[in-house]
T-cell receptor, first 117, second 110 residues
């Protein structure tokens, strides 16, 4: 079984709709992240959470919100989807005890491909 | 403002030869760098890393070189194999967050 799972794997939605992407992990890590990947831009950080009570904005948080329901679950919501949110979305986890401070390896889920029409 | 840059979107190499993937960064405060590999329909997977106190780190066929004065790092794959064909992302860590380059798609031809 995969350590980091994302649902759904693919989603097509319409402009203005609310959509939630979910991420679950069995690695027992305390840190979780949401990224989006766009062609030519690499991966960009949307939100991150270093523990259940900690939520932080990343580089491109506008238009998104998150919820850390438990240590193992981190959801990303698009309150009113727009076409330029069409992208590949990745969830990742890391363990603050897994290396020197600030040098933890991140483990990624398989991604969710989102198309907003 | 792209703090981590991979200026070559693609690279094609013959099997058995060396693959060299390059990465430049602008922030001299970065002190830890990683390379991730990504296959289609999968998430990125960690490949190799290097701390700024080193100039080289080797793991099997993969070696990462860091030139701090030039703010440049490179990933060498020797010998290249068809299974190495993937997108490679360079990344820097700052405050526990990864900052990625745009990626380079490597194609290793038999």
């Amino acid at each position: 079984d995969a350590d980091v799972t994302q649902t759904p794997r693919n989603r097509i939605t319409k402009t203005g709709k609310r959509i939630m992407l979910e991420c679950s992990q069995t690695k027992g890590h305390d840190r979780m992240y949401w990224y989006r990947q766009d062609p030519g831009l690499g991966l960009r950080l949307i939100y991150y959470s270093f523990d259940v009570k900690d939520i932080n904005k990343g580089e491109i948080s506008d238009g998104y919100s998150v919820s850390r329901q438990a240590q193992a679950k981190f959801s990303l919501s698009l309150e009113s989807a727009i076409p330029n949110q069409t992208a590949l979305y990745f969830c990742a986890t890391s363990d603050r005890t897994g290396g020197l401070a600030g040098q933890e390896t991140q483990y990624f889920g398989p991604g969710t491909r989102l198309l907003v029409l | 403002d792209q703090q981590v840059k991979q200026n070559s979107p693609s690279l094609s190499v013959q099997e058995g030869r060396i693959s060299i993937l390059n990465c430049d960064y602008t922030n001299s405060m970065f002190d830890y760098f990683l390379w991730y590999k990504k296959y289609p329909a999968e998430g990125p997977t960690f490949l190799i890393s290097i701390s700024s106190i080193k100039d080289k780190n080797e793991d099997g066929r993969f070696t990462v070189f860091l030139n701090k004065s030039a703010k440049h790092l490179s990933l060498h794959i020797v010998p290249s194999q068809p299974g190495d064909s993937a997108v490679y992302f360079c990344a820097a860590i700052r405050g526990g967050k990864l900052i990625f380059g745009q990626g380079t798609e490597l194609s290793v031809k038999p």
